[in-house]
């Protein structure tokens, strides 16, 4: 997969380079580049921004250098594409696990970061969707692309190695995750559940799935409304809702 990123504060991205994203760079996996608008001004003071047309607070960026970044992305494409184009905006479609998934599927994937006020409206001409990070501003969209890129990198094949698995994870079937132990089975007197020191594998699924279907039914209801429930599920959720009701 290829990422650009358009933004005015490259260093921002400095953490790409670590961990499993920067692992995956390494390995040639991932290919991961950051544009700065400035490089594309025009004007002889290298300014980005402007004041808005018909007053108010903030100054915003302006279509000009976006434009022209990104055509300069497209020109350096062998397809001559930008690809998939996601700018970064509060008022997108909230970004979750399926859209991460979704996004994995491209092979060419460019962010746009806005900063300062937001951006000239005509570049929503150049994107294919807006996303959001979520109900708050941020200062700019590098944050936001960031968990946007980590999230949707864990989907591809090949990135996630032996210590790190998508398998289980939150929200990968609709549930939140069973809880999770590692040695030693008693810590300070805590003991480890003894199903899963067992060795019955059946008994530690079916106990893993019930403790997912409960900590979903506890913390994240909505995640079960239009659930397809199999019998399993269905039978094992009616006995979590009893023995909560007998306290
Ligand atoms: C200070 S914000 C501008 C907010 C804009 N005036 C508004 O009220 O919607 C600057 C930039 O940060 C990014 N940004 C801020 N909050 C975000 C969020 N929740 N999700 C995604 N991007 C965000 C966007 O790219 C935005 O253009």
């Not at 047309?53 to 990104?70: H, K, N, R, S, T």
Request: aromatic fraction near 8%; charged fraction near 30%; charge should be negative.
């Amino acid at each position: 997969m290829k990422i650009d990123v358009l933004s005015l504060f490259p260093n921002m991205f400095a953490p790409m380079q670590e961990s499993i994203i920067g692992k995956a760079i390494d390995r040639g996996s991932l290919s991961f580049s950051v544009t700065d608008f400035r490089d594309y001004t025009t004007n002889k003071h290298n300014n980005v921004d402007d004041y808005p047309f018909g007053g108010g607070a903030g100054m915003l960026l302006m279509a000009q250098p976006m434009f022209d970044a990104i055509e300069a992305i497209k020109e350096n494409d062998d397809k001559k594409s930008a690809g998939h184009v996601v700018l970064l905006d509060p008022a997108g479609k909230k970004f979750d696990h399926t859209d991460a998934e979704r996004l994995a599927s491209y092979d060419h994937l460019t962010f746009v970061c806005g900063h300062y006020e937001g951006y000239d409206e005509r570049i929503k001409t150049l994107v294919d969707e807006e996303l959001s990070l979520g109900d708050y501003v941020l200062t700019g969209g590098e944050l936001g692309a960031m968990v946007m890129i980590d999230a949707t990198v864990r989907f591809l094949p090949d990135v996630l190695g032996n210590r790190e698995s998508a398998t289980g994870d939150s929200f990968q079937d609709g549930l939140l995750e069973y809880p999770q132990y590692t040695r030693p089975a008693d810590f300070r007197g805590m003991k480890v559940p003894e199903v899963l020191t067992s060795g019955n594998h059946q008994k530690i699924a079916e106990w893993r799935l019930k403790e997912s279907l409960k900590k979903t039914y506890l913390r994240r209801p909505d995640l079960l409304e239009g659930r397809q429930f199999t019998k399993e599920e269905r039978d094992l959720l009616d006995d979590i809702k009893t023995e909560l009701d007998e306290g």
